[in-house]
């Protein structure tokens, strides 16, 4: 690979890692199995869904 081809990569490379990272949406049944764990009669699963629907309004926040 010649030093031009080189510098190309590198630069392409470069500038794919600065890109931000995307955040896709859940799907609806985790969303959907969270609050349902949320609300859930065992204090386990009660405590895992709390940690994570604040886990998807941290990072997906409702617009309104």
């Known amino acids: 690979m010649s030093h031009r081809n080189l510098t190309k ?3 392409i490379g470069r ?4 890109l931000p990272a995307e955040k896709t949406r859940p799907s ?5 199995l969270v609050q349902k764990m949320c609300v859930s009669d ?3 699963l009660q ?3 709390i940690k994570e629907l604040g886990e998807l309004n941290h ?6």
């Open 9 to 11: 990569y590198t630069e």
């Open 59 to 64: 990072r997906f926040p409702k617009i309104n």
């Open 42 to 44: 065992d204090a386990g």
């Open 47 to 49: 405590k895992i869904g």
């Open 28 to 32: 609806y049944q985790w969303e959907e």
């Open 15 to 18: 500038r794919v890692r600065e």
